[in-house]
């Protein structure tokens, strides 16, 4: 399995971004694909997940804000950020897993990383 993401950078509040995610190695019927992030202070945490249903699911945290979604003919998962807020600023990593994609110990391989940075 190889995730690779792109899409990160320097916004202000307010401001949005679209992060992607290029996975390849594997039979989408069969993963789950989800986007976690690492931010200041904190451990890495699951913000959304498309399970490998079709159904997809979105933290509380960041519910109204970002958008999770899969287009599985060009093998990308996107996430789209809204409304950005200097609290979101970290490191937003794609990662696989075999059903749930939420929390750490759920997940089978991990993206490299792209770095969101907003400022106020």
């Known amino acids: 399995v190889r995730l690779v993401e792109s899409g990160g950078g320097s916004v202000q509040s307010g401001g949005s971004l679209r992060l992607s995610c290029a996975a390849s190695?594997?039979?989408?019927?069969?993963?789950?694909l989800g986007w976690f992030r690492r931010t200041t202070g904190n451990q890495r945490e699951g913000v959304a997940c498309?399970?490998?249903?079709?159904?997809?699911s979105v933290a509380d945290s960041v519910k109204g804000r970002f958008t999770i979604s899969l287009d599985s003919a060009r093998h990308t998962l996107y996430l789209q950020l809204t409304n950005l807020k200097p609290e979101d600023t970290g490191m937003y990593y794609c990662?696989?897993?075999?059903?749930?994609?939420?929390?750490?110990?759920?997940?089978?391989?991990w993206g490299q990383g792209t770095q969101v940075t907003v400022s106020s």
């Open positions: 990662a696989s897993s075999g059903w749930d994609c939420t929390t750490v110990p759920d997940i089978w391989d």
């Open positions: 498309v399970h490998n249903d079709g159904s997809a």
């Open positions: 190695g594997f039979t989408y019927s069969t993963y789950s």
